[in-house]
């Protein structure tokens, strides 16, 4: 062997001899939730993780694909469960189950946004979702006086019981930095403020907004655009697939976007989404839309 060729391993080992040490400190400085404090900084802010004990103040998730799947009528017979468990992060909303409906919507969620009004209809089944989901992401939102942390906020109360209950489960609130961003997007967007016009945000807002942060890509099951229902040939589904005597879903949007106090404003958030996906990588499936 030649002195050039036993110098050169001479370096290679001397690099492998430091590299190991390297790596081996890496792999112990993980934390529970799989990410290095070296990678903290690419955590997304405005979201503040619940546990008894800590508050971490970044939701470390990103993806390169999701898919958004709505609460909506229009999941009943569209038979993309299996496409939809094949996209890397699953983002569903609310308590929309899957038991039973899987070949419609799919059986694995990555990450459930949950109202503040929807929490006692999680809690009432709370082995489903915090037991048999333990590998679930929970993002909760609410106003304020819900989800303070000095013991008035009711809903943070229940939130922090079930982080004890269920330690493995990691649950999320959305800050009220957060919310009050927002509420300036939406004012951005529409020109309107939504307080002084009597609307709240939906929890659809928040999981796209949630998603265009997360996720490269995003594929939208089951949402309808802002036009939709003003179409003569409109399909009249439930406002939810899982509620099927409910009032349908055009129904619930008309009454929501006319209501002087405390309505949704689902049909401007649909246009509003509408703008976003010529800027983002979004795509709507069944119905898709016309962009």
Same mark, same amino acid.
Request: net charge positive; charged share 20%; glycine share 8%.
């Given at each position: 062997?030649?002195?050039? *060729? %036993?110098?050169? *391993?001479?370096?290679?080992? =001397?690099?492998?001899?430091?590299?190991?040490?390297?790596?081996?400190?890496?792999?112990?400085?993980?934390?529970?939730?799989?990410?290095?404090?070296?990678?903290?900084?690419?955590?997304?802010?405005?979201? *503040?993780?619940?546990?008894?004990?800590?508050?971490? +103040?970044?939701?470390?998730?990103? =993806?390169? +694909?999701?898919?958004?799947?709505?609460?909506?009528?229009?999941?009943?017979?569209?038979?993309?469960?299996?496409?939809?468990?094949?996209?890397? =992060?699953?983002?569903?909303?609310?308590?929309?189950?899957?038991?039973?409906?899987?070949?419609?919507?799919?059986?694995?969620?990555?990450?459930?946004?949950?109202?503040?009004?929807?929490?006692?209809?999680?809690?009432?089944?709370?082995?489903?979702?915090?037991?048999?989901?333990?590998?679930?992401?929970?993002?909760?939102?609410?106003?304020?006086?819900?989800?303070? +942390?000095?013991?008035?906020?009711?809903?943070?109360?229940?939130?922090?019981?079930?982080?004890?209950?269920?330690?493995?489960?990691?649950?999320?609130?959305? $800050?009220?930095?957060?919310?009050?961003?927002?509420?300036?997007?939406?004012?951005?967007?529409?020109?309107?403020?939504?307080?002084?016009?009597?609307?709240?945000?939906?929890?659809?807002?928040? $999981?796209?907004?949630?998603?265009?942060?997360?996720?490269?890509?995003? #594929?939208?099951?089951?949402?309808?655009?802002?036009?939709?229902?003003?179409?003569?040939?409109?399909?009249?589904?439930?406002?939810?697939?899982?509620? #099927?005597?409910?009032?349908?879903?055009?129904?619930?949007?008309?009454?929501?976007?006319?209501?002087?106090?405390?309505?949704?404003?689902?049909? $401007?958030? %649909?246009?509003?989404?509408?703008?976003?996906? $010529?800027?983002?990588?979004?795509?709507? %499936?069944?119905?898709?839309?016309?962009?």
């Amino acid at each position: 062997m030649g002195l050039d *060729m %036993k110098y050169q *391993m001479f370096l290679w080992l =001397c690099l492998l001899s430091l590299s190991l040490p390297l790596l081996f400190w890496f792999g112990h400085v993980i934390t529970r939730d799989g990410v290095s404090p070296a990678l903290q900084s690419n955590g997304l802010r405005g979201y *503040m993780r619940i546990t008894p004990g800590r508050m971490d +103040q970044f939701l470390y998730m990103h =993806c390169s +694909q999701c898919a958004l799947v709505s609460s909506s009528g229009q999941m009943l017979g569209a038979g993309v469960g299996e496409e939809i468990d094949n996209v890397r =992060c699953v983002i569903r909303m609310n308590n929309a189950p899957t038991q039973g409906y899987e070949k419609d919507v799919g059986n694995r969620t990555s990450v459930r946004v949950v109202s503040h009004t929807s929490v006692p209809l999680l809690v009432k089944n709370e082995r489903y979702y915090f037991q048999r989901s333990a590998d679930t992401t929970y993002v909760f939102w609410g106003p304020e006086r819900n989800m303070r +942390q000095d013991g008035k906020g009711h809903i943070f109360n229940t939130l922090l019981k079930i982080a004890g209950k269920y330690p493995k489960v990691r649950i999320y609130a959305v $800050t009220t930095e957060k919310i009050l961003y927002c509420d300036g997007v939406f004012q951005n967007e529409t020109g309107k403020n939504r307080i002084k016009t009597g609307a709240f945000l939906s929890t659809g807002f928040f $999981t796209m907004i949630l998603a265009i942060d997360m996720c490269d890509s995003i #594929r939208v099951y089951g949402m309808i655009d802002d036009n939709y229902c003003s179409r003569a040939n409109h399909s009249v589904v439930p406002y939810h697939y899982y509620e #099927r005597n409910r009032i349908d879903e055009c129904r619930m949007y008309r009454f929501h976007e006319h209501t002087q106090r405390g309505g949704h404003r689902f049909i $401007t958030e %649909k246009a509003i989404y509408a703008k976003w996906a $010529t800027r983002h990588n979004v795509e709507f %499936k069944h119905p898709s839309w016309s962009l």
